[in-house]
């Protein structure tokens, strides 16, 4: 059984920066964070050191409650397989304070990926992650600037893949509603264009990243 974590490295933790995540700390101290799941070692200079998802849970979490499970960490925690983007249509999705936090940082860590993966660090064009994981890419973008995802059966935006290669579909009930969305996409680098659903009339957004 995985030990809990000390009180000094609790201290850390809860004195990260309340949006990026970003951790203080000695090297050891860091270090040690990170072999427990709840930090990750940015590997761009300064590389700095910024909580996981299991690190902000532990953060919300009593201090006298059970810690949260190791994770698995990566360069960017939205690329990390831990972090999922709502893509519409979940059923008992986390809603909340902590999702708000963990959508945040999973958004600021993509953007890092950007800026690690571009020669001159740029950051305004989606990134060779972005281009194979279409749907969840396209979902974190949404999500983080505050779009509302489709519930189990509710309104919201909902986003498919398509046959189209490098696209996705964008569905949203409410006119300006989507509206948003494809302008939100556009912002963060996405080629959008308004269609029609021939069979249901219905109007979507077709998504692709752009390459310049």
Known sequence: MTR??????????????????????TEAQL????????????????RDHFLTPAGHRLREAPEDGPGPAPAPVGPAPAASGVFAARTGGEEGAEEGPARLREVRGAWQGLLELRRMTRPDGATDLPCAWERTHLVQA???????????PAGAAGGGYRIRATPQPEAVAVHEPDPEALRACAATLEGAGWQVGEHTEPRTGARYVLASPRRA
């Open 4 to 25: 809990p974590p000390t009180a000094a490295q609790r201290r850390i933790v809860e004195a990260a920066d309340p949006v990026t995540g970003r951790l203080k700390g």
């Open 31 to 46: 270090a040690a964070l990170v072999r427990r799941g709840l930090a990750f070692r940015h590997p761009r200079p300064p």
């Open 138 to 148: 396209a979902a974190l973008a949404l999500e983080a600037a505050g779009h509302r």
